[in-house]
């Protein structure tokens, strides 16, 4: 671990628990939150109904966590404002605008309209994420990815404030018609993209379980694999959910945890079940 400032060593500090370790829960979700309130209408989901449900997940979750993870548009200020999230609980604000720009085979994240570190470092935030998909293997893409990064982390530096980084990968050409070929480069593209980010002047990486358990299930291959991430990983790391269910989430955490992750930073793996409660009573 490269050294760090007192104020992003404060900051991390603040994001994880009495032991060190990062158990966060992400509700930073705009476009897939929309989706899953209403699947066949999400455009009809409305501001007020985005932020209600922010809240209601903050003030269940935040005080069994060491830090939540919020957008800034409706979440982060509202849960403030509105006492869901505790005073001893941290906070993390995602700083990238929804979706991509581009195809679906070459994703250009964007920073977020009105938003800058230095307004999220003003809200009283522990920590600045991004999140940017990301393909290691086409190499002019890959650069203006790490460019944004690296435009960011020195605006995290300027402003000593912890600096999380989510690259997400995805597939492109045969791999979108032969999921089984985007899952046998899964570990290939994990490691080397956490190799590449962690090159930046990051802190943490969340990082994409370097496997698909569908296809790979032997426990011998995937302790390697994220040992191998481990290795490859310049910062600590913490793994993601991904979307996928909380049984799947558990074996994945408790594999890379044993493996070298300094935790988890986990989303609707955790509350997706509740978007199904339209009244909580």
């Known amino acids: 671990m490269r050294g760090l400032t007192i104020g992003k060593l404060r900051g991390l500090q603040s994001i994880a628990n009495a032991d060190g370790i990062f158990t966060i829960c992400a509700m930073d979700h705009r476009g897939s939150l929309r989706r899953m309130i209403a699947r066949d209408s999400p455009e009809k989901v409305s501001y007020e109904e985005m932020v209600r449900r922010k809240v209601e997940l903050c003030s269940s979750l935040a005080p069994q966590a060491s830090a939540v993870l919020l957008d ?3 979440g982060a200020a509202q849960c403030i404002s509105q006492g869901a999230l505790p005073g001893g609980v941290g906070l993390l604000v995602s700083i990238e605008a929804t979706g991509y720009e581009g195809d679906p085979e070459h994703r250009v994240t964007r920073l977020l309209d ?3 570190v230095a307004k999220i470092k003003r809200m009283g935030a522990s920590a600045v994420k991004i999140l940017v998909y990301y393909r290691p293997d086409l190499a002019e893409l890959s650069g203006k990815q790490r460019d944004t990064v690296s435009r960011v982390a020195r605006e995290c530096l300027d ?3 912890p600096f999380l980084v989510e690259p997400i990968s995805y597939p492109v050409g ?4 032969e999921p089984e070929q985007f899952a046998a480069r899964k570990a290939e593209l994990v490691i080397r993209t956490a190799e590449e980010m962690t090159a930046l002047p990051i802190d943490v990486l969340k990082a994409e379980f370097p496997a ?7 426990r011998r291959e995937l302790d390697t694999r994220c040992r191998q991430l481990s290795q490859a ?6 793994i993601l959910s991904a979307g996928v269910d909380f049984e799947t989430f558990f074996r994945q955490v408790e ?3 044993q493996a070298g992750a300094s935790g988890f930073l986990g989303g609707r793996a955790i509350w997706q079940e509740a978007m199904e ?3 909580p009573g």
């Open 255 to 257: 594999i890379a945890c």
């Open 114 to 116: 009105g938003w800058s």
């Open 233 to 238: 990983s310049r910062v600590p790391w913490v």
């Open 212 to 218: 698909d358990l569908r296809y790979t299930t032997d």
């Open 159 to 161: 402003y000593d404030i």
């Open 277 to 279: 409660i339209e009244d």
């Open 174 to 177: 045969g791999e979108l018609s």
């Open 72 to 74: 800034p548009i409706y």
